[in-house]
């Protein structure tokens, strides 16, 4: 795992817990509406259909109550940078849960979901630390990345879906773009390549002279969905480069090799 750079970005915490609920009551409504047949169909998750994408959207908000609920841990063992690399170790038991959610009536469990979520948050005091499968963390910052699970599954579903056009809330669409493009930047530290997401990431990498004054000779460009499905492997490099979704000039200016960040 690369270590975690020791300046992060900071998260205004009222607003990534309002971003979170936001976007899972995007996918909450969307899911209610969903005809049997739709849900039956297959997705880009391997073999989840989209019933179990849907119950996997559940989980990655109930991991907030279920671990406020476990004793609070006496220190911060994972920082957020560390787990965006860290999540590709839980792949099987995560599809073992997702088929199993699946089971369940969605409506209750988007509703019980919700419930919970809301109940574990009142009151929590500053600071406090959660479990998590990969080592104790802040609660702010694993809400943080609750906006990449939440984010990255409502694309997941709008492609699954035809038709489907499940809104992305701003706050929690900048709040993963961020985190994925800093987990860039750890994966390859450096300054010569700048990468800009706009409206919401800039961030140096990649080993090389580093860039002081005017234009960056090594840059690449891109939209955060585009940016988001390169980081995560929903989306491969060359494709994107040649749909024009991303431009890259400079001739450092090729992130092949380091996508994706995470999977």
């Known amino acids: 795992m690369p270590p975690a750079k020791k300046r992060t970005r900071t998260y205004d915490p009222a607003k990534i817990r309002t971003a979170v609920r936001a976007q899972f009551g995007n996918v909450r409504e969307a899911v209610a509406a969903l005809e049997p047949e739709q849900l039956a169909l297959p997705t880009r998750l391997g073999e989840w259909t989209v019933r179990e994408l849907a119950a996997h959207i559940t989980m990655a908000l109930g991991a907030v109550s279920r671990f406020l609920a476990m004793p609070e841990p006496a220190a911060r063992e994972v920082a957020l940078l560390d787990w965006p690399f860290a999540t590709a170790s839980a792949a099987v038991q995560v599809d073992e849960a997702s088929r199993a ?25 500053e600071g406090r630390l959660t479990p ?19 984010i990255v599954h409502t694309d997941d ?61 090594n840059v690449v460009e891109t939209d955060p969905l ?29 992130l092949a090799e380091l996508l994706p960040v995470m999977s």
Request: overall charge negative.
């Open 132 to 150: 998590t499968r990969f080592g104790a963390m802040t609660l702010d910052d694993f809400l943080v990345t609750r906006t990449v699970e939440l």
């Open 101 to 125: 959610f699946a089971a369940q009536d969605l409506g209750e469990l988007y509703a019980r979901t919700l419930t919970a979520y809301d109940e574990a948050l009142s009151g929590v005091t």
């Open 226 to 254: 585009t940016w988001i499905r390169l980081a995560t492997g929903r989306t491969h490099w060359a494709s994107a480069l040649d749909e024009a979704r991303v431009s890259a000039s400079g001739e450092r200016a090729d």
């Open 157 to 217: 579903l709008n492609d699954a879906v035809p038709g489907l056009d499940v809104a992305y809330d701003r706050q929690a669409l900048a709040a993963c773009t961020r985190l994925l493009a800093d987990a860039l930047a750890v994966k390859a530290p450096g300054g010569a390549v700048e990468v800009r997401v706009p409206p919401f990431a800039v961030v140096q990498c990649v080993q090389g002279p580093r860039h002081t004054r005017g234009t960056p000779p």
